[in-house]
T-cell receptor
Framework: AQTVTQSQPEMSVQEAETVTLSCTYD???????LFWYKQPPSRQMILVIR??????QNATENRFSVNFQKAAKSFSLKISDSQLGDTAMYFC????????????FGKGTHLIIQP | NAGVTQTPKFRVLKTGQSMTLLCAQD?????MYWYRQDPGMGLRLIHY???????AKGEVPDGYNVSRLKKQNFLLGLESAAPSQTSVYFC?????????????FGPGTRLTVL
């Protein structure tokens, strides 16, 4: 079974700063996918970014980028030029390459952007 | 497209009562999932379905039953609710594509069992 660990329960940064959220995972699979989901106070789960394990290039989506270290089983999320609207819970998630199984989530990091 | 919708949004039950949560998706997705979210725990998979008429157990299936009679609907049932089932329930769906695990989530149902 896979496990996903987010070691930072809460982080707080000033608006416009850069922040990095950590995620490590454990798996014996070679083909898998990793995701970061954002959950604002509205409770809606929003996909932020995804990474396919067979791709060496780190994924980027506007201000969001990842540092994927496959050998170290590390998948951190970097948010540049942070905005007040980035305040939310952030969940790291693992999906096996088979596709049908559900995702395994970490416990989340509560990110607070201070004005 | 409405995406993934869940009914109801909130519900309060007494111990021993039963209820059914409805999830509907209009994206023609093959796979559907039910998760529960508890404080400090992230989301945990309850049951899932890889197609109409099929269901499978996830990480925390005890106390729940599911059915997928139509491709677009996935029902989660609690036959005899317990306080330990107080949680926020999320439904999700995904398509059999080259990124099969990309899941689209509903808005959640907050269930309180007294």
């Amino acid at each position: 079974a896979q496990t996903v660990t987010q070691s930072q329960p809460e982080m707080s940064v000033q608006e416009a700063e850069t922040v990095t959220l950590s995620c490590t995972y454990d798996t014996s699979e070679n083909n898998y996918y990793l995701f970061w989901y954002k959950q604002p106070p509205s409770r809606q789960m929003i996909l932020v970014i995804r990474q396919e394990a067979y791709k060496q290039q780190n994924a980027t989506e506007n201000r969001f980028s990842v540092n994927f270290q496959k050998a170290a089983k590390s998948f951190s999320l970097k948010i540049s030029d942070s905005q007040l609207g980035d305040t939310a819970m952030y969940f790291c998630a693992f999906g096996s390459g088979g596709g049908a199984d559900g995702l395994t989530f970490g416990k989340g990091t509560h990110l607070i952007i201070q004005p | 497209n409405a995406g993934v919708t869940q009914t109801p949004k909130f519900r309060v039950l007494k111990t021993g009562q039963s209820m059914t949560l409805l999830c509907a998706q209009d994206m023609n997705h093959e796979y559907m999932y039910w998760y529960r979210q508890d404080p400090g725990m992230g989301l945990r998979l309850i049951h899932y379905s890889v197609g109409e008429g099929t269901t499978a157990k996830g990480e925390v299936p005890d106390g729940y039953n599911v059915s997928r009679l139509k491709k677009q609907n996935f029902l989660l049932g609690l036959e005899s609710a317990a306080p330990s089932q107080t949680s926020v329930y999320f439904c999700a769906s995904s398509k059999t594509s080259r990124i099969p695990n990309e899941q689209f989530f509903g808005p959640g149902t907050r269930l309180t069992v007294l």
